[in-house]
């Protein structure tokens, strides 16, 4: 992930509780700022980037994510005391999501509807990262240059605020996936299991644990990151109940 660095504090975008910023960057491009002072802390953070470049590596669309180093300061002339607190105890280093400028969210029933073999792969990878926020009330996918694109997975690999027994965890049904919202459209999910876990290797889970800051870990980052691989690992082992899970809500 490239890292960047904020110039101008934008607008708060006031969506949900984190309330992310849309600032601009040192390479002239606009940013979704996700701040690591948020109420629900760095964790967040941790998920979003996980899901977004296992994302990204199965081939699914979802906007480029950076590092934004954020200078507290720039929150000085915020009139706004919730948001100017929220800067200045998130100096440091950041989440940036490039913004979307003019996209649409996905609507069912009246954007164009994805092909089953995309939507399967979506459902797919929302039940391999245990991702709950992709549902009718939220579908979190937005519509841009005609095609979808799948943005907040900060929800997702929930297993991570506790770590309670996790190997058990990993093995377990998501049963939350009956409400995805492209499930309707998907083809089978078998299918795309057999075209997208082979894909999922330790060497990628590495690789994309490896960029995650040691500060949005806490103690021993190292051996943080290999739980994020072994509950991966765990998750993919055979045979994948979420996979029939999620076949079978689809039919």
Do not use: C
């Not at 701040?35 to 979802?62: K, R």
């Not at 100017?84 to 969210?105: C, K, T, W, Y």
């Not at 991966?232 to 039919?251: C, G, W, Y």
């Amino acid at each position: 992930m490239r890292t960047v660095r904020a110039t101008r504090y934008v607008t708060p975008l006031r969506e949900g509780g984190s309330m992310p910023g849309l600032v601009e960057a040192d390479d002239d491009g606009l940013y979704v700022l996700k701040f690591h002072g948020a109420a629900q802390g760095p964790l967040v953070l941790v998920a979003e980037v996980i899901a977004g470049l296992v994302g990204q590596a199965l081939g699914l669309i979802i906007p480029e994510l950076v590092f934004i180093e954020l200078d507290a300061r720039l929150g000085a002339a915020e009139p706004d005391p919730d948001v100017r607190e929220l800067i200045e105890r998130s100096g440091g280093r950041n989440l940036g999501v490039d913004f979307l400028p003019g996209a649409l969210p996905f609507r069912p029933g009246v954007s164009p509807a994805p092909d089953g073999d995309t939507a399967a792969s979506v459902v797919w990878f929302d039940a391999l990262m245990t991702n709950p926020d992709r549902t009718m009330r939220n579908p979190n996918i937005l519509v841009w240059h005609e095609r979808d694109w799948l943005i907040d997975h900060g929800a997702a690999l929930y297993v991570h605020y506790t770590w309670r027994d996790p190997e058990t965890h990993a093995r377990r049904p998501f049963e939350r996936i009956a409400e995805h919202v492209l499930l309707p459209y998907a083809s089978s999910i078998a299918a795309a299991d057999e075209r997208l876990a082979p894909l999922v290797t330790e060497a990628l889970l590495r690789e994309v644990v490896g960029q995650i800051p040691d500060e949005w870990l806490g103690g021993e980052p190292a051996a943080r990151r290999d739980a994020y691989v072994e509950y991966l690992a765990n998750r993919l082992a055979a045979p994948r109940d979420f996979v029939t899970e999620a076949d079978r809500a689809r039919s």
